[in-house]
């Protein structure tokens, strides 16, 4: 059985879009912590704006060495779409039932999430989401889709590492324990 685990870059008041703010943090530290999550995934999950965007982008990026570049566009990409009928980048589009499709994606693969703010939210109401790894940035930007902004239900989480580099930037993995603990009612 394999899992799902959701990368992201995040503010420090939460804000996960458009993160050119990381740029002036990135450091070999912050580069091997995503080279481990792309080592122990199978295959990446997507949405279909984050897998246009990085479509565009990774086949030639320029800003990366070869060894990334060839890793991003070799690993196995799945896309949760209804809109892309075609795609590229070995990438492949989920079919049906898209909570049907990752889960017997995950039942066979560690599948990877970057970006993908509504897929997110999707896996995490499906209680799809067994794990996440967040890289925390010191930097309040105030306006932006937040990570968790559509929470309905408190969830648990376990920490299961933590660094935190001379930058400022907390690197943070948690595992999901409840993704389904109902908040209380005290009226």
């Known amino acids: 059985m394999g899992k799902v685990t959701v990368t992201e870059f995040v503010s420090a008041d939460g804000v996960m879009e458009n993160p050119a703010w990381t740029f002036p943090y990135w450091n070999d530290t912050i580069a091997a912590f995503k080279d481990g999550e792309l080592n122990e995934a199978d295959a990446l999950l997507l949405g279909r704006t984050t897998y246009q965007e990085f479509a565009a982008v990774w086949p030639d990026h320029p800003g ?8 991003m566009n070799d690993i196995p990409k799945h896309v949760a779409t209804t809109t892309l009928t075609e795609l590229e980048w070995n990438a492949t589009r989920i079919e049906g039932d898209v909570a049907e499709g990752i889960r017997a ?32 940035y010191p930097v309040l930007v105030g306006s932006g889709r937040r990570l968790f902004d ?38």
């Not at 969830?155 to 999901?176: E, F, H, I, P, Q």
Request: hydrophobic share 45%.
């Open 64 to 71: 990366e060495d070869d060894a990334s570049k060839a890793q």
């Open 105 to 136: 994606l995950k039942a066979e693969k560690n599948l990877l999430v970057m970006g993908s703010g509504s897929l997110v939210e999707f896996l995490r109401s499906q209680g799809l989401v067994d794990e996440y790894r967040l890289a925390v």
């Open 150 to 187: 559509s929470v309905e239900a408190q969830a648990t989480l376990d920490l299961r590492d933590c660094k935190v580099l001379d930058n400022g930037v907390l690197l943070l993995v948690y595992s999901v324990v409840s993704d389904t603990v109902a908040v209380p009612d005290f009226d």
